[in-house]
């Protein structure tokens, strides 16, 4: 191609110098530029969130405001690209092109699997940057030096733009004459984001990897050499697995060089700040983009005077030509008026833009720190969020984030902290990084599987779900749900239920089990998961997810609690779940919004319970949190969790929430699970693994900062006195498998590979304690909400003798009660569905658990589970004495769909027809009991206050023994004790709404900030239907003899923690040559989908100068936050300092159960009022007549409120009431406190 050179005007200078300064700029322009009229150009630069729509208004009439101007429009459903050049007579010859779109990655074929793929996509660094491809400027405010070589890449490739390349051209012209190219158009995707160039990692050394893997070969491939300098070619374009989903480059740090690297700049970015909505390269974030574009670039011109090599891309994915139209005359007398217009006029407007912007240089915030404001005075509305990073302009600002290295709180984890470190100093760097990254989905028999140290007898780590039993095993219990767990409001039966599940997990194996669930905290009614925690309130999600620790542990196993934090539905918690019609513009996970104190007072308060407890693990949720995802949230886990809570155990990210690599592992990830990234299950891409080798070797991650990932691992297990697993030991190891129920199956079922062997071996996990604890809780767990004339509980000598039970809810749903993760709705509902499901020996419907009682008494029982045909019912109901209406509303986790409901309810109403059912027996039937199961609120309005509808009994999913614990209570066995774990509104919009729309910018937004559950009715005098707390009993009680002593005196402000133990420093592996990491091919051969920690390559990309997160540092601490210094937060904290008495007394003539609940009030300071909220509970069981204290410990934090500006609890003066009753508002006990 000949050689052409354009002359650079001022325009064009002005232009490059505005973008230096102002990123967004060029686009801008590129728009205003279609109007010719300088005024309003101008306006739309200053205006310039404007510009932003109007691109997409006028997407088909693109034109460059430098090279010309080009037409380019997609014709009406045929996908026909019409592109129009100008000739140097200007004159117009259009090219018509075919243009296929690619199917979206949910259509795609996926391509044979090799053992860990992922490494292939980083094998060689993407070329130098260059303006004329098509690439980003750069957008890092402090990249200056990328700035100004990208400003002079661009002049150059505007006065000489194609001679580089030609030389390239011709010096591999003979390496790729033998390939076939075709020329005569560029292929694209559409993309929901700007489209963006991918680099060629040169695949043909990578498919010969790819054969080497699946065919077992003896050796390492030879890797073919890769010029950085080459231009991109058809033939080196990645492969199809490469365009499914591409995890960011982030862990392959590029070679280093003069040249600007997108992939290191845009990814690397400080993981507390909102990513940058100007410019985002591929890199940024792989998922979330739905379809990912891959370009093929043409060498040879078509119509060489006309055409370019070169292209540029539009937010709708289709190419344009970037280069200039070319004229035979360079002088600028042989360029039109109309281009040389446009060119003044760009200069004029780079002018008037730049001077604009020097204006508000100091008034501008970066897009980053939208979010993010510097705390101010306490109880300032206008400045609720907190700023994780140094003020460079407040030298008082210390509110830096720190490195936290741990094992330097005293008295605390000491001796697990040294084991833990004599095990990993005897570590090899690839041993490490095993232990950190999961093996991959289906890869071992645990849902979450570690890499092994068999040189150390270190077996891979089980992980296993477990919040209601052992998920995806036989012949354990189903236990009931985490919401009828809370709902029991008894302290022994929390620790009781997590003693048996942590000993069935210990019996199948299990070393690290998922559970509690204190996240979600129950913030939306409709919340797909809010069964699988304790309710909504975090003083009761503390105190149960803190004895569910204790009771795993006790056992033996490794207690994750889950999860961390602000994930409070299930719509949108992941990109990749949400493809397809009007989802499509999803780009990025829903981002919870949480002010500094609410986040304090409310999200983190159990968390710091959990930590207190000695909880070993943390697993960091899916959504962002004020903009940057959880588990690569620095300010969240390293600062808030790791120093503030003083978190000595590991984090571990939910599966397939890593979204990152570098800036994950720095921002405080200890341990990925699975092992692939999100959706390629058992593909082999990791975001760790050897890419993780790979950044130890290249020192773009410290040894120390692995180190602390594993240490924190093993001393999990020191901590609460277990020996490591052993692969010595046959009862260390699991004893099922996750992916068949088969006894024997191939040693891999998941990917059907492997030799056969015994996978499951049957061991029956229950005993008589944990099947006896499963049924208390059921029984516990159910709470009486209406019993107008005592008609229950079901009598003979009441004149009690025809029953009808009706409804889908009472019998066997004919799909089987083990329907896979329990997605079945259509019986009787055990279990929510999802991750937390379990697979339950056998269940008891309420049907077959009252027929059985019935004729026990000699009853007659009639049954029906139509509820739509109702005309049968007439009779039946006219004629029975009493009649029980079963009724429920199920939800579950998000990649499953029930009825409609995405996991999240689509409202709050009974599921099927029941409420018809209900209206239509009650009009029959004069004494009508309503029995509902639901994994939360539903609205009863609509029968609740029906003068036949005697009765009405509430419960969560209460597990296998769901029938039987009815039935108790139905006849009186069991005194109902239970109590409402969440507020029952009289109207369906005093809930919080899910979030179920996508914004047009295809980022979602959660405000979690409204007052949590009952204290916004409180607070705003709303009536509910049915408090917090509220639940009737078959007897009756009363209070009396309330009492307050004070233990220690209060003071304002926390004292200093203690101080902090010296850092403890590794010797640090001395890292040998490069080839000690690689794949040992001739040692075994790798299984498909398996990650394991070897490179595949040697090339490590080293690179000079590496960009960290910012607040990220390895130093010692400047300061320590007063706030912490303890397990769960300053010691102090943890302090009583008041004890509170009370009396109760059983009036009634039934033995029963009470539930006092302890609630304060707090004074009213500088006008932040803080709502009263619980602060104590107990249950104690109560004979008829006789008398029961009740004790309640009041600490420090209990009265304590967050300060956003000392960044401290402190406690304010004034004025304390406390209210002892029965739930949220019959409080029939109060007194004070008074404190100066």
Known sequence: MAQHNIPLDTGDVLLYITAFFFPPFPVIIRVGFWTNQLLLNILLTILFGLPGTLHALYIIYITSPITGSQDRRVANGDYERI???ESSHGNSSPIVQNFQPQKP??????EPNAANSSDHIFDAAPPPYEPSQGGTFPTDNKSLKSRFLWVKRLIQSRTNPTSNSNQRHSANSEKHSTKTTDHSHIKAQNTTNEAQQIPSNGTNSNQLQQDAIINGLDQQPEQEEINHEEEFHEENVPPQRFQQLVPRFDLGPQEADDSFDPSINHSLKASSKTPSLAHE??????????????????????????????SRTSTSGTILSEHPTVYTNSSTIGIPPAKRMRAINAGTIALVALLFNLLLVKAAKPIEQEQVLKPRMFGDDKHMYVNPNEDEEDGDDDDDINYFSPGRLQHVWQAAYAKARDVVSEMTVLEKVNLTTGIGWGSGPCIGNT???????????????????????????SFPSGLATGATFNRDLMYRRAKAIGREAKAKGVHILLAPVIGPIGYKAQGGRNWESFGSDPYLQGVAGALTVQGIQEEGVVAVARHFIGYEQEHFRQENEWTGGDWDRLTDSIDSQIKDRVLHETYMWPWADVVHAGVGGIMCSYNRVNGTYACENSYLINYLLKEELGFQGFVVSDWGAQHSGVESALAGLDMTMPGEIFGDWCSGKSYWGPLLTRSIYNDTIPQSRLNDMVTRLLAAFYSIDVK??????????????????HTYDQEFPFQSYGPIKQTNYHIDARDDFTEKTALQVAREGIVLLKNDGHHLPICVHDGVRRLLVAGVGAGPDPKGFNSKDQQSADGALFSGWGSASVNAPYGITPYEAIAKKARERDMVIDYTSDEYDLDHVDDIAEYADICLVFGFADSGEGYIEVDGNYGDRKNVTLWQNT????????????????????????????????????????????GQFFGAAIADV????????????????????????????IPLKGKPEDDLNRLLDYRYFDENGIRPRYEFGYGLSYTKFSLSDLSIKEILPPTTDLPCPAPYLDEYVYAEEKLKD???ALFPFKDFTPVPGFIYPYLFNEKIYSVDEYEYPEGYTEEDYYEEPIAGGALGGNEALWNILYSVKVSVTNIGDTEGAYVAQLYIDYPNKNGNKTPRQLRGFDKVYVKPGETQKVHFDILRRDISVWDTEDQSWIIQPGTYKLYVGSSSRRLELAGEVEIL
């Not at 990655?105 to 996926?110: F, H, R």
């Not at 990912?292 to 078509?302: E, F, G, K, N, W």
């Open 83 to 85: 592109i129009e050049s």
């Open 105 to 110: 990655i949910s259509e795609q074929e996926p």
């Open 281 to 310: 390269s591929i890199n940024t974030r792989a998922d979330n983009i739905s379809t990912l574009p891959v370009i093929s670039m043409s060498t040879a011109s078509v119509r060489s005077s006309t055409f370019s090599e070169h």
């Open 451 to 477: 890499g092994s140290v068999p040189r150390l007898d270190i077996p891979n780590l089980c992980l296993q779900d477990g919040p209601n039993g052992v998920r995806f095993t036989d012949f354990v219990t």
């Open 724 to 741: 490591l697993p052993s692969a010595q030991r046959e009862e260390d190891s699991p004893n099922f498998s996750s992916w068949s129920f």
């Open 915 to 958: 409420e018809e059912l209900i209206l239509h027996v009650a009009n029959r039937c004069h004494k009508t009991v309503v029995v509902i199961t639901a994994t939360g609120p539903v609205d009863l309005e609509r029968f609740v206050d029906h003068e036949n509808v005697v009765g009405v009994l509430y419960s969560p999913p209460l």
């Open 970 to 997: 139905l006849f009186g066995d069991e005194n109902p004790s239970g109590r409402l774990p969440f507020t029952i509104a009289r109207k369906p919009e005093q809930y919080v709404d899910i979030i179920d729309k």
């Open 1074 to 1076: 490069v080839d000690d």
